[in-house]
């Protein structure tokens, strides 16, 4: 469905953060949702021109804006993506 797009929209979960949290449910969600990294893969692997990243969970918090924006970067230079990843 992916393949060859313009632009992949996709949310994305921080699973480092989520994994240290005492509820088993909301640990839960790692199995169905996806990282940066794992969204830059599927972007990679569909030829996807442009990734936007959106409905981050957990949510941006005051102080987290510098580590979203590194895993971003980390994503962008990977060998595997062509286009740029922007943030929604």
């Known amino acids: 469905m992916t393949a060859g797009a313009d ?10 953060l ?13 199995d169905y949702h996806s990282s940066v ?11 996807v021109g442009t990734l ?5 969970v957990p949510p941006v918090a005051p102080g987290q804006e510098d580590d979203w924006r590194a895993l971003r970067r980390r994503c962008s230079t990977d060998a ?7 943030t929604a």
């Open 80 to 86: 595997s993506r062509s286009g740029p990843i922007c």
């Open 7 to 16: 632009a992949l929209v996709h949310t994305v979960i921080r699973k480092d």
């Open 52 to 56: 936007i990243l959106t409905h981050y």
């Open 37 to 47: 990294e794992e969204a830059a893969g599927t972007a990679a692997r569909a030829g």
């Open 18 to 30: 989520i994994e240290t949290m005492p509820q088993q449910r909301i640990r839960d969600i790692c």
